[in-house]
C-alpha cells in the first residue's frame, strides 16, 4: 500500500508542513504538476498541493497516485486552543463542511494511533494538546485515509516549531510500515474525544470513527454498520462514552445489542464490557 500526501495552497498550515517536508525530509520537485501546482516525490511517495481546500475536494483519490491519502491540514476551532489533532473525515448528518450527508470514509485507525503516539514522543513543549477529533467534514472519498492538523488559530499555522513536528510525523508515517490494531469505533463524547485519545495513547486499541454527543440525533443502525465497515484494520468493538452519551445511552445500547455487536460501557477510569 503507497500513501500519498495532500494540502491545499488555501491552507496555511498545510503550506508550512510542506515546507517542512521539502526543507528538512527530502522531498523534492518534480517536473510534474498537478492542477497548476508542482508535485514533490520521496521515494516515490508524492506529495501534492490543491487550489481547493482539502474538504471541498470529493473525489481527489480518483486524480491521484496513491492507496491512501494523508491530508495535512489547520485545524480552526472558536476556543484557539492550540492543539495538534488526527481525525477521519465523514459525516453522520448533514454535509455541511464538504463531503455527503451521512457518508463516512475508510478509516486509517492504526496510522493514527502510530501518528498521535509520535507526537507525543518528539514534542517537549508545553502550548499544543495532543488529542484526536470526532469523525467529520469532507471530503468524500473512496480510498482510505487521514486528517493530521494544526490548531486553532493563523498564529499557530504558521509557526515553523509547529509545522516541523507534524512534518516530522507524517515523513515518519509514510517512510515506515505501521504496526496493526485491532480497531474501535467510538460513540458519545466530545468533538475532542478524551475517551478516543485515552484508548490511542494509553491501550493496545487503535480508534477510527467517532461519532460525538452532538451528532448522536443522527446515529441509526444504517450509519453504525457503515461506521464499522469503514473502520480500517481489525474491528473488535464499540467503545461507549456512557457519561457521553447523555440521554441517548439505551437507544444506542438498543441499536447494538439489536445488531449483535460487541460494546464496552467506558465510564471514567473503569469500564463495563457488555456482549
Known amino acids: 500500500m503507497k500513501?500519498?500526501?495532500i494540502v491545499s495552497a488555501k491552507d496555511m498550515a498545510g503550506m508550512n508542513i510542506r515546507e517542512a517536508l521539502?526543507?528538512?525530509h527530502g522531498f523534492r520537485e518534480t517536473t510534474e504538476t498537478f492542477k497548476g501546482n508542482p508535485v514533490f516525490m520521496k521515494e516515490g511517495i508524492k506529495l501534492y498541493t490543491l487550489t481547493e481546500e482539502t474538504i471541498h475536494s470529493d473525489g481527489i483519490d480518483e486524480e491521484i497516485e496513491g492507496d491512501y491519502i494523508i491530508f495535512a491540514t489547520r485545524h480552526k476551532s472558536e476556543?484557539?486552543?492550540k492543539s495538534f489533532t488526527v481525525h477521519v473525515p465523514g459525516n453522520w448528518g448533514k454535509a455541511e463542511a464538504g463531503g455527503k450527508e451521512k457518508t463516512l470514509c475508510n478509516a486509517l485507525p492504526s496510522l493514527m494511533k502510530e501518528a498521535l503516539n509520535k507526537i507525543k514522543n518528539i514534542y517537549t513543549g508545553e502550548d499544543f494538546e495532543i488529542v484526536q477529533e470526532c469523525t467529520h467534514h469532507g471530503p468524500a472519498i473512496d480510498k482510505p485515509c487521514m486528517f493530521i492538523e494544526i490548531g486553532s488559530k493563523e498564529e499557530?499555522?504558521?509557526r515553523q516549531d509547529?509545522?516541523?513536528v507534524i512534518a516530522n510525523v507524517v515523513n515518519f508515517i509514510v517512510m515506515n510500515k505501521p504496526k496493526k490494531y485491532k480497531s474501535v469505533v467510538v460513540i458519545g463524547g466530545g468533538h475532542y474525544n478524551q475517551v478516543a485519545t485515552?484508548?490511542?495513547l494509553d491501550s493496545e486499541f487503535a480508534v477510527g470513527h467517532i461519532c460525538p454527543k452532538y451528532a448522536l440525533a443522527s446515529l441509526d443502525a444504517s450509519l453504525v454498520k457503515q461506521a464499522i465497515k469503514n473502520n480500517g484494520e481489525e474491528f473488535c468493538k464499540v467503545v461507549l462514552d456512557w457519561k457521553g452519551?447523555?440521554?441517548?445511552?439505551?437507544?444506542?445500547?438498543k441499536i447494538l445489542t439489536e445488531l449483535g455487536v460487541k460494546f464496552e460501557k467506558y465510564q471514567g477510569m473503569g469500564k463495563e464490557e457488555e456482549d
Open 156 to 158: 499557530e499555522w504558521k
Open 22 to 24: 521539502v526543507g528538512m
Open 245 to 253: 452519551l447523555g440521554p441517548e445511552k439505551q437507544r444506542v445500547s
Open 162 to 164: 509547529a509545522g516541523e
Open 79 to 81: 476556543a484557539g486552543t
Open 3 to 5: 500513501p500519498c500526501i
Open 198 to 200: 485515552k484508548l490511542m
